[in-house]
């Protein structure tokens, strides 16, 4: 706390001095009546108000300027007009037996009257804790009030008077509970704890009289007995039940509280590279709104302040002195959470930021990866053009002249040279192909394969394409998707020797993008080549996986399946 905020005192207050003075009077005054035998009744009538001043003196050590404080001040002081007007009044039952006639008289207008001074000496506040306050200070007051004009009407004058010093004193420490405490829970809750109560006693009263009359009516020993044993066990069996229900109803309003260890293995063990974060955030805002009471809650990844609407409450959440996110909360009451809500919150903060920053690495590796994978694409873009501009005309000129030099001159070494270099144009066209799939520049996956396996067709083998893409990919796994297409067919052809291929290619929103290349070849064991190999990365460093096994019957199965990569 800060030094400036605790006032500098070195003795009490003149407002103190005052309540304490106060009080002494209106406790004086009726000393003389306690050396009687028994108590007058008069003053029992007064012997409360003093327990008001008490009060008054630790609420204006609190605070001298507390208007409560000094009503409660001069309430005190109620006795001492009553005991001076007995004095100068001369009564045959003496001083006392006068003092009783007039507070019996004017007993339940004064406390009315104190009552509607200690109402305006609380006030009206605009904010939650002052209504409630001033909400159960009316609602002790019209106890009070019903308690002390019940009594003088159907009870003597003795047990008005003590009703009402009980009452006074009873008051006097609800006021001083009132405003010594920081918050207050809705009138409701404590309304529900008495329905609690009352529905338990209720049902066990009903059940003990329902089994009374009947051990009545069978002439069975002692009914009564029965019946109370009755009741007894079952309020005894009812009380979880109302309990358990109570704590539904709080759960609903204020949250379990707790975050428990099941429910964060289960969003953190979903941090794989094929979950979309969203899901993940989803997931945790459910956990943190269930757990607080809050009727909708996000969680925001990153560093940066959040402009969260008008209402709601942010709270940023750190981990090793570094920013992970946001927390911002819409709470049910438009003046913010329930302080009780608070404190789950404030308990609830640690875990919430470890899980944000869990979440958070797993998008910023999820990035990491995209960005490698959109690096080798441009580094094999910048190897095509060296390719394509640099060898391809290289090896077109040395096959023109070649092929120029076999029509003049014949000969079988001219011929296989020429044959070799028409080769390895077309190896140099495959290689290029895979480098960079041009098929995909301006259209859609689906197009581009079917333009794919069409070049394959020359060859007189046979090659059955089955595609189900229902979301395009994005670029990186459509290019990845591409390749291995083209990858897994021409092996089949070229190495397999396969009479027939199939490919099927299945792409769907949260699912990701599956590839299946099946062939009839030759089959036996698959050493991977570069080819394979730079396929297995891609589709590593995409968050995927690429498996290559023996075929059914024969043949190989290439298979590949992808993360998620559809456009949000």
Do not use: K
């Not at 009783?100 to 804790?129: C, E, F, K, Q, T």
């Not at 009138?187 to 051990?215: I, M, S």
């Amino acid at each position: 706390m800060d030094d400036a905020a605790v006032p500098d005192r070195t003795g009490f207050s003149r407002e103190v001095i005052a309540a304490a003075a106060a009080t002494a009077v209106g406790a004086v005054v009726l000393v003389p009546a306690f050396g009687a035998d028994s108590l007058p009744t008069g003053a029992l009538y007064l012997i409360g108000w003093p327990a008001l001043g008490l009060v008054a003196a630790v609420l204006l050590d609190r605070d001298p300027a507390s208007r409560l404080g000094r009503s409660l001040v001069a309430l005190a002081l109620v006795p001492v007009p009553l005991v001076v007007l007995a004095f100068v009044s001369p009564d045959p039952d003496g001083v006392w037996g006068r003092l009783g006639s007039l507070a019996r008289s004017v007993d339940v207008v004064i406390v009315l009257l104190a009552l509607a001074v200690i109402g305006w000496a609380v006030g009206y506040a605009p904010d939650r804790m002052s209504r409630r306050r001033l909400t159960w200070v009316a609602l002790a007051s019209s106890a009070v009030a019903a308690a002390v004009f019940a009594s003088s009407l159907v009870a003597g004058d003795r047990t008005t008077g003590l009703v009402t010093t009980l009452a006074l004193i009873g008051l006097a420490g609800l006021l001083l509970r009132l405003e010594t405490a920081a918050e207050f829970r809705p009138v409701e809750e404590p309304l529900l704890d008495v329905l609690v109560v009352l529905v338990a006693v209720l049902v066990g009263v009903a059940t003990g009289l329902g089994v009374r009359a009947t051990a009545g009516r069978l002439g069975l020993p002692q009914p009564e007995a029965s019946g109370v044993f009755t009741a007894v066990l079952v309020a005894a069996l009812v009380w979880p039940a109302a309990q358990w229900l109570r704590r539904v109803v709080l759960e609903r309003r204020y949250g379990t509280g707790t975050l428990s260890a099941q429910a964060v293995a289960a969003v953190t063990a979903q941090l794989r590279p094929d979950t979309d974060p969203r899901v993940l955030l989803g997931r945790a805002e459910a956990m943190i709104a269930a757990a607080s009471g809050h009727p909708e809650v996000r969680l925001v990844i990153g560093p940066d302040d959040v402009e969260a609407p008008a209402g709601w409450v942010e709270h940023p959440l750190v981990v090793g002195g570094e920013r992970a996110g946001t927390l911002a909360l819409r709470p049910r009451h438009p003046e913010g959470p329930e302080p009780r809500q608070q404190r789950v919150i404030v308990q609830l903060l640690p875990t919430v930021a470890l899980m944000t920053r869990a979440v958070g690495l797993a998008v910023e590796a999820e990035q990491a990866r995209r960005d490698v994978a959109r690096e080798r694409d441009a580094e094999r873009s910048r190897i095509l053009g060296d390719l394509h501009d640099g060898l391809g005309p290289t090896l077109a000129g040395m096959s023109m002249r070649v092929q120029a030099e076999v029509r003049r001159r014949p000969t079988p070494l001219l011929t296989s040279l020429a044959s070799e270099l028409a080769d390895a144009r077309d190896d140099l066209r495959g290689v290029v192909s895979g480098l960079t799939p041009t098929a995909l520049d301006g259209t859609g996956l689906v197009e581009a394969l079917e333009r794919l396996v069409d070049t394959f067709h020359g060859d007189g083998s046979r090659v059955v394409l089955d595609l189900h893409v229902a979301d395009e990919p994005s670029a990186e796994v459509g290019v990845a998707a591409y390749r291995s297409v083209a990858e897994g067919v021409t092996n089949a052809l070229r190495h397999g020797r396969a009479d027939q291929v199939v490919v099927e290619v299945r792409s769907s929103r949260g699912t990701g993008v599956l590839v299946d290349v099946r062939d009839d070849g030759a089959g036996g064991p698959v050493v991977p080549g570069v080819g394979l190999t730079s396929l297995r990365r891609r589709a590593e460093l995409l968050g995927g996986c690429l498996i290559v096994e023996p075929g059914d019957p024969r043949g190989v199965h290439l298979r590949v399946e992808l993360p998620d990569g559809s456009a949000a």
